[in-house]
Nanobody, 125 residues
Framework: QVQLVESGGGVVQAGGSLRLSCAAS????????MAWFRQAPGKEIESVAA????????YFADSVKGRFTISRDNDKKMVVLQMNSAKPEDTAIYYC??????????????????WGQGIQVTVSS
């Protein structure tokens, strides 16, 4: 069973930075496209960023463009979301996701087969 383990969440002041990491635990599993989604209280889940299998293509939601970056380390089966210039509206539970069929980036939750349990990010004003 593939498990995605997220780390790095917490509380950060507005304007600050936070780094979220996610690693796949199953050695025999090769994560293809990887992504981050988030869900704020009372809102639907939304895509934040995605990265293709070889890392050559990335996708960012308009709300985070220019502030967040996404990267991956295929040897470690890991994806990292670097959050800079954080805003209170970035407060949400962040979920890591990966696909076993999609190579390219996708902002649709339907493209992803495995999900992490979620990690809380709170940006204080």
């Amino acid at each position: 069973q593939v498990q995605l383990v997220e780390s790095g969440g917490g509380v950060v002041q507005a304007g600050g930075s936070l780094r979220l990491s996610c690693a796949a635990s199953e050695r025999s599993f090769t994560p293809l496209a990887m992504a981050w989604f988030r869900q704020a209280p009372g809102k639907e889940i939304e895509s934040v960023a995605a990265i293709s299998w070889m890392g050559s293509n990335t996708y960012f939601a308009d709300s985070v463009k220019g502030r967040f970056t996404i990267s991956r380390d295929n040897d470690k089966k890991m994806v990292v979301l670097q959050m800079n210039s954080a805003k209170p509206e970035d407060t949400a539970i962040y979920y890591c996701a990966t696909s076993q069929t999609t190579i390219s980036t996708s902002g649709s939750s339907r493209a992803y087969d495995y999900w992490g349990q979620g990690i809380q990010v709170t940006v204080s004003s």
